[in-house]
T-cell receptor
Framework: DVKVTQSSRYLVKRTGEKVFLECVQD?????MFWYRQDPGLGLRLIYF???????EKGDIPEGYSVSREKKERFSLILESASTNQTSMYLC??????????????FGEGSRLTVL | GNSVTQMEGPVTLSEEAFLTINCTYT??????LFWYVQYPGEGLQLLLK?????DKGSNKGFEATYRKETTSFHLEKGSVQVSDSAVYFC????????????FGTGTLLAVQP
């Protein structure tokens, strides 16, 4: 069964802490994504990566960074967490081949609370 | 820029009722259109898609038709079940290998027995 696994389902951090959210996929996908999901705002793209060590900013990259050292792993980093980063974070991956545009596979999400 | 607009929820229906969730989009050219579903406590999963005008996507009794003349992709189901209770997201992508999806805000569907 194909899988995208996010390391933590629930996290509670304090303002100013450095936070790492880890995501691993076992489908050998080229593309990986980090979204945040907030009520009334839907999903907003933070960063994505289309290859190892490659990254591109999404729509709301401020306050975040990412790392992709291996194809299967994509990490989201909050350098100094703030309360407005309290949210549900969703990782996704996809194959880059022809004919499969838009088919993303999502993890179960990491709910982060920043106090 | 490209965007997706969905009807606001929650949508509350009785079991076996007919479902419509409206979705309209703004995009240049010919995007591909999708419906994703998020069941409680889970991540999103692809429900159905359509890649060109007049295509109909279907899965699990749900259908949606890509209408370019009205820039719409409304989700329908003839008879909903309690197990269909979830959040439904309409989305578009403009092709390209990066699969950068643009999502609507989501519509919560609650089906009561």
């Amino acid at each position: 069964d194909v899988k995208v696994t996010q390391s933590s389902r629930y996290l509670v951090k304090r303002t100013g802490e450095k936070v790492f959210l880890e995501c691993v996929q076992d489908m050998d996908h080229e593309n990986m994504f980090w979204y945040r999901q907030d009520p009334g705002l839907g999903l907003r793209l933070i960063y994505f990566s289309y290859d190892v060590k490659m990254k591109e900013k999404g729509d709301i990259p401020e306050g975040y960074s990412v790392s992709r050292e291996k194809k299967e792993r994509f990490s989201l980093i909050l350098e100094s967490a703030s309360t407005n980063q309290t949210s549900m974070y969703l990782c996704a991956s996809s194959y880059a081949g022809q004919g499969v545009y838009g088919e993303l596979f999502f993890g179960e999400g990491s709910r982060l609370t920043v106090l | 820029g490209n965007s997706v607009t969905q009807m606001e929820g929650p949508v509350t229906l009785s079991e076996e009722a007919f479902l419509t969730i409206n979705c309209t989009y703004t995009a240049t050219g010919y995007p591909s259109l999708f419906w994703y579903v998020q069941y409680p406590g889970e991540g999103l999963q692809l429900l159905l898609k359509a890649t060109k005008a007049d295509d109909k996507g279907s899965n699990k009794g749900f259908e949606a038709t890509y209408r370019k003349e009205t820039t719409s992709f409304h989700l329908e189901k003839g008879s909903v079940q309690v197990s269909d209770s979830a959040v439904y997201f309409c989305a578009l992508v403009h092709g390209g290998a990066t699969n950068k999806l643009i999502f609507g805000t989501g519509t919560l569907l609650a089906v009561q027995p």
